[in-house]
């Protein structure tokens, strides 16, 4: 037997060279828990911190002692009725949210961007789905949350929809003005679930995008991607009253849950307490400084609030979290290859698409982080990030002919991607990042959607639900 720990070894080496992170998760390598002296102790004795539920350190499944006081400190800082610590990320949340919310054979509105966990739940939970359209800036290549239209032609297309389930904000960090429409649609009785994943610091300073937290009847939020907290860690919000929530979240957890995970979920939210307000206006006043010069380099362009206007229809209000930056390239060149170009220069991005990246910055980035950013687009050789990879996303939604749980247990067959076309797709098939799916399961497979699997295997990027060019089909010919 070979003497090796590759995972450990590779991660050693990641470490070791020593990358800017801008991307998850939002401890940034451990120095957002550096901010100050009880945080420095933690990642000091982070080994020694890991051990299981032992007097008097209460029980993430029972709470009745310190694990509930900071649950309680954490519904408080939300505004929502009541608050749970999630060590299996969003996605765990999102599964209890949906379970909790829903029964099987109930109809759901769901918008087409929505995370992966959104989709098991769908299947795991047995729903009829009725998809949102996506809003697509086929210029910039950037999805936009759906307009107030889609929701409603959605909802008019439903028969008995129970519920809706939107993400705020999108992957991009872009929001839209959605406060009117969740509450119109609670008053006609739809059960509201928002995955606020990447907007756990919204709020905390008024430059930032709005928080909902106190709006949507479940609310998840991924500590873990933007606040000093440990990876999986993230929060469950609850505002109203079913006790099936308890329930569910218990099963959708390890009954080992992790006190590292776990005090670092209370420490980001005594963060935003403490901290929140000022240093995001300090990141903010940063972030929108470097964006002019950089912007003026005249190579690359970082996504402007007023870039939005085009879509407004003078009511969705769509905004950007200014803690990101959406850069773009012009026409003609590679967010891919540019993501790579980042990397090679120690710069590790959130995610890339077709004409550019996503890169999460956070309080705890100084103007040097700032100054290398700028330093590396300033030395970038456009010629380098040439040959836009044109992948076009859909705009129509593929047509449906099964729910997704109808076909869980059909029986299906690997088949060439070139040849699907008009055939039934048993499993999503899913580019990684975004992590948006292209096909559904139980959707049919059009000429478009294999342009699309054609380009992400050209240009060696991620996508889940494809095997040596094969996907999987339905066999029920
Ligand atoms: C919008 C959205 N929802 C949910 C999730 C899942 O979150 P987690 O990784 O905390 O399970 C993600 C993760 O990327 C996401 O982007």
């Given amino acids: 037997m070979k003497k090796e720990v590759p995972l450990l070894k590779e991660l050693l080496k990641y470490n070791d060279e020593e ?15 550096a901010r100050d002296e009880i945080g420095k102790k933690f990642v000091d004795r ?8 032992v007097d008097p350190l209460d029980n993430l499944h029972y709470p009745e002692g310190i694990i509930k006081e900071a649950q309680e400190l954490l519904a408080k800082t939300y505004k929502a009725k ?17 379970f909790s919310a829903f029964d099987e054979g109930d109809e759901v509105l769901v918008e087409r961007n929505c995370h992966k966990s959104i989709y098991n739940g769908l299947i795991m939970r047995k729903l009829k789905v009725k998809y949102i359209e996506p809003i697509i800036d086929d210029e910039l290549g950037v999805f936009l949350p759906p307009d107030k239209e889609s929701i409603y032609k959605a ?35 739809l059960k509201v679930i928002l995955d606020c994943a990447h907007g756990a610091h919204f709020g ?19 500590a873990h991607k933007t606040l000093p907290a440990l990876t999986q860690g993230a929060y469950l919000l609850v505002n109203e009253d079913n006790s099936m929530i308890d329930f569910y979240i218990k099963s959708f957890t390890t009954t080992s849950p992790s006190y590292l995970i776990m005090a670092s979920l209370d420490y980001a939210r005594y963060y935003l307490d403490t901290y929140g307000k000022d240093d995001y206006e300090e990141l903010i006043n940063k972030s929108e400084k470097w964006k002019k010069k950089i912007n003026k ?9 007023s870039d939005m206007d085009k879509h407004q229809n003078g009511m969705d209000g769509y905004k950007i979290d200014p803690s990101r930056y959406i850069v773009i390239l012009p026409k003609g060149y590679n967010g891919h290859k540019f993501l790579d170009y980042l990397r090679n220069n120690k710069i590790q991005a959130e995610m890339s698409f077709s004409r550019g990246v996503v890169l999460i910055l956070s309080p705890f980035n100084t103007e040097e982080d700032f100054k290398i950013i700028y330093e590396t687009v300033l030395n970038l050789d456009m010629k380098n990030v040439s040959g836009e990879t044109d992948i076009k996303y859909f705009r129509d939604i593929p ?5 997704p749980y109808e076909v869980f247990r059909l029986k299906s067959k690997w088949c060439e991607i070139e040849r699907c076309e008009g055939l039934v797709a048993k499993e999503a098939i899913i580019p990684y990042p975004p992590g948006i799916p292209l096909v559904c399961p139980g959707e049919i497979i059009s000429k478009d959607i294999i342009a699309m699997v ?8 991620s996508i889940i639900g494809v095997k040596n060019n094969k996907i999987q089909i339905l066999d029920i010919s």
């Avoid at 009541?82 to 949906?98: D, P």
């Fill in 46 to 53: 982070m080994g020694f911190l890991d051990i299981t539920e």
């Fill in 82 to 98: 009541k608050a749970y610590f999630l060590v299996n990320g969003t996605s765990s949340g999102n599964l209890a949210a949906m």
């Fill in 155 to 189: 909802l008019g297309q439903s028969s008995e929809p129970k519920g809706i389930i939107l993400t705020y904000p999108n992957y991009f960090g872009i929001t839209y003005d959605i406060e009117d429409t969740i509450c119109n649609l609670k008053e006609i009785g």
């Fill in 399 to 403: 047509v449906k002919r099964f729910e």
């Fill in 297 to 305: 380099l005249g190579k690359v362009y970082i996504l402007r609030e």
């Fill in 454 to 461: 054609r380009d992400y295997i050209i240009n060696k990027k």
């Fill in 204 to 222: 905390i300073n008024k430059r930032l995008p709005k928080s909902l937290a106190s709006l949507g009847d479940y609310v998840i939020l991924s």
């Fill in 19 to 33: 990358n800017l992170l801008l991307s998850m998760p939002g401890n940034k390598g451990g120095i957002g828990f």
